[in-house]
């Protein structure tokens, strides 16, 4: 299956820089998909972007799907920033698995 | 909101007991998805649903049961809980394969 691994596993930031979050996967995919689990737990959706950038306020993502890595940025951070960051593309098969790497833990100091 | 509900939120339980956890959908999106989630293994596939009583296993289905009897509601099932199963169990949805996926807010089991 699909293998992701996701860079840096660990970030801590002051708030207000800014940071890129890589996402590598070892096979062609259909579309990905970037989540933010904040605190509390909540998985909460932050792009689709099977390919090209789209970009949501202080966010932005890029996929390259011929190359099999994706790019989170995150500019101007803040407290809330904070939390774990998964990379979830769906493989190409007729199940709309997400697969999921490990992982980003970001911490943004005030 | 995507109008996913799980329920129970929290649950603690005894090893060897039966537990259902319930994953309720107002969306009427034809993908279901269980997933568990563990330190240092991110999220991962336990049973998937693509239609009323079409079901199939995901990675880590091992003592794990689901059934799909309406579009709205996924069941998952322990049969005879034990300790490794402790997690937090996350449902999700999806309308059709090239969409959006959406996640509930989780449900934490413990096995004691």
């Known amino acids: 299956g699909i293998q992701v691994e996701q860079s840096p596993p660990d970030l801590i930031l002051q708030e207000g820089a800014n940071s890129t979050l890589r996402c590598n996967f070892s096979d062609s995919v259909n579309n990905l998909q970037w989540f933010h689990q904040n605190p509390w737990g909540q998985l909460i959706n932050l792009f689709y972007?099977?390919?090209g950038t789209k970009q949501n306020g202080r966010l932005s993502a890029t996929t390259v799907a011929t190359e099999r890595y994706s790019l989170l940025y995150i500019s101007s951070s803040q407290t809330t920033d904070s939390g774990v960051y998964f990379c979830a593309p769906h493989g190409s098969s007729n199940t709309g698995k997400l697969i999921f790497g490990q992982g980003t833990t970001l911490q943004v100091k005030p | 909101d995507a109008g996913i509900t799980q329920s129970p939120r929290h649950k603690v339980t005894e090893t060897g007991t039966p537990v259902t956890l319930r994953c309720h959908q107002t969306?009427?999106?034809?993908?279901m998805y269980w997933y568990r989630q563990d330190p240092g293994h991110g999220l991962r596939l336990i049973h998937y649903?693509?239609?009323?009583?079409?079901?199939d296993k995901g990675e880590v289905s091992d003592g794990y049961s689901v059934s799909r009897s309406k579009t709205e509601d996924f069941l998952l099932t322990l049969e005879s809980a034990t300790s490794s199963q402790t997690s937090v169990y996350f449902c999700?949805?999806?309308?059709?394969?090239?969409?959006?996926?959406?996640f509930g807010q989780g449900t934490r089991l413990t096995v004691v």
């Open positions: 972007i099977p390919s």
């Open positions: 999700a949805i999806r309308i059709q394969l090239n969409t959006e996926a959406f």
């Open positions: 649903s693509y239609g009323v009583k079409d079901t």
């Open positions: 969306e009427n999106h034809r993908y």
